[in-house]
């Protein structure tokens, strides 16, 4: 099957009442001229189906990915400023933080029957860093930056948050056959960013730019993390 393209060329005269044809039949038959068939069309356009499906994901992926970053930068800065803010206010650090070489915390030596820690190690000094100053840090904290809302708990009920996955939900995604105990030994020493508890018992800051701050539920309110 080939198409087939008329072609008719109109002149209007000016000031003639009628148009000149200057072509009789209808114009020139182009029939002669190469043509792609239906079946050669459909295959392309196949064939760059097939192409896109197979380039989207990846492309959208790299997208999304370079957003989070971008977001993240910014959520960093705005932080980052805020806490030299709340030093420069009150004229020395607060004591609110934790040992960045002790980011995990002691590890368990005994588990519970569902999984979770019952016996964590000992340690000579407290190895999560310092929280004396943490309900002087927060109030100081919600002075530096805009907030528009502000969830105690419940946040994901009450639309601070949307539904994120937590630790044990994002280990079970990755192995689907795993069970919820070894799943909750996995997630031991991050209980607290489990899926449900980041629903119910995190604190959520929400800005003003859409930015949303999850409060630490490790002996109090001590670290700050970037949603």
């Known amino acids: 099957m080939k198409f087939q393209l008329k072609l008719c060329i109109i002149i209007k005269k000016k000031g003639a009442n009628n148009e000149t044809i200057l072509q009789s039949g209808g114009g020139h038959n182009l029939s002669s001229a190469p043509a792609f068939t239906l079946a050669e069309i459909l295959i392309t356009l196949g064939i760059i189906g097939v192409v896109a499906a197979m380039t989207m994901p990846v492309l959208t992926a790299k997208y999304r990915e370079n957003v989070i970053k971008n977001q993240l930068k910014k959520a960093y800065s705005l932080v980052a400023q805020s806490l030299l803010q709340i030093e420069i206010n ?97 997630t031991a020493g991050t209980a607290w960013w489990r899926k449900n508890a980041i629903a119910k018992d995190r604190k959520a800051y929400v800005l003003a730019d859409g930015t949303i701050l999850l409060m630490s539920g490790w002996s109090g309110m001590r670290i700050l993390q970037l949603m």
Do not use: H
């Open 90 to 186: 009150n004229g020395y650090p607060l004591e609110c933080y934790v040992w960045p070489s002790y980011r995990g915390g002691n590890g368990c030596i005994e588990y519970a029957e569902d999984g979770n820690c019952k016996k964590w190690e000992t340690s000579a000094v407290d190895p999560y860093g310092y929280s004396a100053d943490c309900e002087i840090f927060q109030k100081e904290f919600e002075k530096t930056v805009k907030i528009i809302k502000v969830c105690e708990n419940n946040a994901l009920a009450q639309g601070c948050i949307p539904e994120y996955n937590g630790t044990d939900s994002i280990v079970k995604q990755d192995n689907e056959d795993i069970s919820d105990v070894d799943a909750n030994k996995q």
